[in-house]
């Protein structure tokens, strides 16, 4: 049965059967007629996972499943080793289990494995409300990591894009077995963080590609175990110990791709956001004398990234006396760009409303920068990196970020 184009899924579970049933569920509603074999890892939980994961899974999936049980909870690197040693097929799909499945989410993802140049492919993950939650993960001008695009819109054009990544997530990543123990597996020192984003620097060390297949659409309830990010500062540090030389500043680059322009800001908060002759020209289209609410919405949809366009359409429905869909509006644009003058909208709003002094202060601590020595000099020493590898693009960046804040 388990032929060259057979997948074996691997599913790392602690507890949270709830999630599980789901997940397996979904799984096996929409992968009927492939050849996929099922592997389950239980990490010792102590709620219904102990006996209802065995009768359901061979329920589901027959003889193609497998429940191994550790003894304790090794963690997410130890416990997706295990499964992978368990599996049958020749490539392997690490899937987290607080995720469910869409139509056609494996052949996109067979497809891009067929590429001999690729080592490694993931698909879009969306959070439930339909926005993005993975489409690849970015370096900061500071060496911090995070999600290209995360929140916006699913439909969003550019986080269906091709990027050349660095980095892709492993709570649902597809590889080839033979690649996967070249690499030496999950490195298990991390603690549940960070062993993706090393196997995905040993890959690229070894000369292949990234990818993530928006074809391929899978939801994602994002971080539901318990202490999930609770060692992240060891993780970060020891990735930086395995890989630093390799690790690049990237996010300036990939949001440039797309058309946008990286902006940082005074607490060295990094969005995207449309460059300023671009939202100009739609400034001008879309909101003028004849605003309308409705079609700058259907533009924020489009292009969520029109900075202006939600200050405008915030101001609009304030004017209109709708102080709660003003908020709305101004929170919603805070959680893509965190800029300046969000806040600074936010904190008239908040006076206006009379909200209180304590969310007046945090406001305006936000808005000024609450430590501009601390980022100064951080960005000064995010600037000689940059030179150092010959950056002049992230050099000139920094360098505008000196202008712009530290006088």
């Known amino acids: 049965m388990h032929d060259s184009s057979c997948v074996s899924v691997v599913i790392p579970v602690w507890n949270l059967w709830d999630m599980t049933e789901a997940c397996l569920r979904s799984l096996a509603a929409h992968s009927a007629g492939e050849n996929m074999q099922v592997v389950v890892v239980d990490n010792h939980s102590t709620d219904a996972t102990a006996t209802e994961l065995a009768p359901l ?13 550790m003894p304790e909870n090794v963690g997410f690197a130890r416990g997706c080793n295990a499964g992978a040693r368990a599996a049958d097929g020749d490539l392997l799909f690490f899937l987290n289990n607080d995720t469910t499945l869409t139509p056609r989410w494996l ?27 993975h489409c690849g993960i970015y370096v900061t001008p500071f060496n911090a990591l995070g999600h290209l695009y995360e929140h916006l819109p699913g439909t969003f054009a550019a986080a269906r894009k091709n ?12 590889l080839r077995k033979t690649d996967f123990e070249a690499c030496g597996a999950f490195h298990e020192e991390y603690r549940n963080g960070f ?39 060891q993780n970060s540090t020891l990735l930086m110990q395995r890989f630093g030389g390799a690790v690049r500043p990237d996010e300036h680059m990939l949001v440039n791709l797309d058309g946008y322009q990286l902006c940082i800001g005074p607490s060295l908060a990094t969005w995207a956001e449309l460059p300023q002759e ?36 915030a101001a609009h429905q304030e004017a209109d006396g709708d102080l709660s869909s003003a908020q709305n509006t101004l929170n919603r644009c805070l959680r893509i760009m965190p800029a300046p003058k969000v806040f600074a909208q936010m904190l008239q709003l908040a006076r206006n409303a009379q909200l209180g002094e304590e969310m007046l202060v945090a406001l305006e601590a936000e ?3 609450r430590d501009l020595a601390a980022s100064k000099a951080r960005v000064q020493l995010a600037r000689r990196a940059a030179y150092s590898i010959g950056d002049a693009a992230l050099a000139r960046l920094l ?8 006088v």
């Open 278 to 313: 671009r939202q100009r020209r739609l400034n001008e289209e879309l909101g003028g004398a004849a605003f309308a609410s409705a079609a700058c919405q259907a533009m924020l949809q489009r292009e969520p990234l029109w900075l202006d366009g939600w200050l405008l359409l």
């Open 163 to 174: 990027h050349p990544l660095q980095a892709i997530t492993g709570a649902a990543i597809m």
């Open 367 to 369: 808005r000024a920068g």
């Open 399 to 406: 360098g505008d970020w000196l202008v712009q804040y530290a």
């Open 57 to 69: 899974g061979e329920a589901l999936f027959g003889t193609s499943f497998k429940a191994v049980r």
């Open 107 to 133: 052949p996109p993802l067979r497809e891009g494995m067929a590429d001999p140049k690729v080592g490694a492919v993931g698909p879009l993950l969306l959070y439930p409300d339909g926005t993005v939650q």
């Open 195 to 233: 062993e993706d984003i090393d196997l995905c620097f040993t890959l690229r060390a070894r000369g292949q590609k990234l990818r993530v297949e928006s074809r391929s659409v899978i939801h994602h309830h994002t971080s539901c175990t318990p202490g999930r990010f609770a060692h992240d500062l």
